[in-house]
């Protein structure tokens, strides 16, 4: 019987995921495919191909460069995590591994703070040199967007190939050396070969993320860069041109699934940055200036890319500027609280004015409610999964599915579903912790399933043995073994939710806005007031992201790459 409730249920497990992910998965893409391919068919003359091009050939430009500098940054921060053990290794671990989970409206906020109008770098420049502007433009810049990007996937490459380093024999570079390779030789020979599809992995994750970069690109680019989610974005949102928008989407569903099967046929998966405890077999102290320098250097750039945007931020939002003569603002060192007090003041008595306290538990219920669908879907196929029945290899991809799927698309994909409904904006608020779902679920099958795997065979065999009934076994064997894993992808699951912004732009309606879009909404409004409001928004939520993390780091759960 237990071999029975071990092997014979996997067909069965796949049943809700499945209907979960056709439904509001596969329909809603269908529906952009179905869209563009009729506006193509009534005129293919009439769409404007050059912006289309263009548009694609910016998305993958801008892809291929942010790819390469996060590399650039990455691989060494990775040598420095795998290879060297220094004070405050640990704390520095996590703030690197952070960033991953930060809504882009926190990250678009941090580098306000620092090198906006008004950020720091700015106010400090001008103070000193009594300059009346800002001497300092980088925001609305692809420098900007560069910026935030490597920010953002500097984990992905640390998790990846520090994993692969700290996994890998040291007697293999011993041996070189003592044959009398130099250090360079011995990491070209010996090092990098043994790197490479890990290296690999990441450089494509980090392109994926890139290519659909969203929030970033909206908030820090400006309108002049227009990458294809943007531009699905302004067509749907401003010019209600949705066969337009249908046929980007489609474009980019194309170039994202091609890069999907690249990762997947490349041994790579989603790349879950849990900060490890377990030390690197060949962690090292330093010993040599050359080893000082470059653990020195690489913490160095670490903290100012990394953390200096999110102190900037939390610092912004607590500080009073005040406005010279020529209406410029310049710094004051005092310390206040009123952005905090004025989130819950409608100041200029608007009838549309929502609290940004209501837009925070909107946020917390759709965060709640998305976390409690992907735990039981992500389970359910975690389950089945681990089964050994053909069916799993037909089935697995599809769980990735969502990862090479923009937030964007999803969001037009459910406009363009509900299209034809009466009042279709009623079903909005119910998508959204759906969607969140979505976007979290290849990260929840990717920490229990490995959990699931590692519990032996012999200790439900036994229970059952023992008499136990199939449900008696789950609640006394395995949910104790998996508790840890579960409990780190509802954390997962509810910080993605908590800060999605693509899919939730499309979806939110004015009167019901999550703490994302209520950021975005300050930011973009005029006033330092608005702005300091903003940052105040970004600052909380940047601090439930952090105690997520620092939580997950506790949990300390094994996750699994491939």
Known sequence: MQKRYLKGYSPILWVIPVIFLGVFLFIPLFSIFNLAVQSASRGIAEIDWSRVWNTLGFTIWQATLSALLTILVGLPAAFLFGRFVFPGKKVLRILATLPFILPTVVVAAGFNALIGPNGWLNLVVMQFFHLSQPPIQILNSIYAILLAHVFYNTAVVIRTVGAALEHMDSRLEEVSRTLGASPWRSFWKVTFPLLRPALASATLLVFLFDFTSFGVILLLGGPQFATLEVEIYYQTVQLLNLPFAAILSVIQMVCTLILTVMILRGGGGVAVPVASHTQSNISKSMHSWKEKMFVMGMVTILVILLVFPLGALTLRSVTKTTIDGNGSESLSPTLTLDYYQELFVNRRGSVFYVPPVEALRNSLLYALAATIIAIIIGGLASYALIQ???????????????????????????????????????????????????????????????????????LKQAAATLGAAPLMVWFKVELPIIARAVAVAALFAFSISLGEFGATSFLSRPDLPTLPIAISRFLNLPG???????????????????????????????????
């Not at 964007?408 to 119910?430: E, K, W």
């Open 528 to 562: 330092s007031l608005n702005y300091g409001q903003a940052l105040a928004l970004a600052t909380i939520l940047m601090f439930v992201c952090a105690l997520v993390m620092i939580l997950i780091d506790l949990f300390n759960v094994r996750t699994e790459m491939n």
């Open 388 to 458: 050994k029945n053909q069916i799993n290899f037909l089935f697995d991809p599809l769980l990735m599915l969502p990862l090479g799927t923009s937030a964007v698309t999803l969001g037009l994909g459910f406009i363009v579903t509900l299209a034809l409904l009466p009042n279709s904006r009623d079903f909005y608020p119910f998508l959204i912790p759906v969607a969140h779902s979505l976007v979290a679920l290849p990260f929840v099958v990717r920490v229990i399933q490995p959990a699931l795997a590692s519990i032996p065979n012999s």
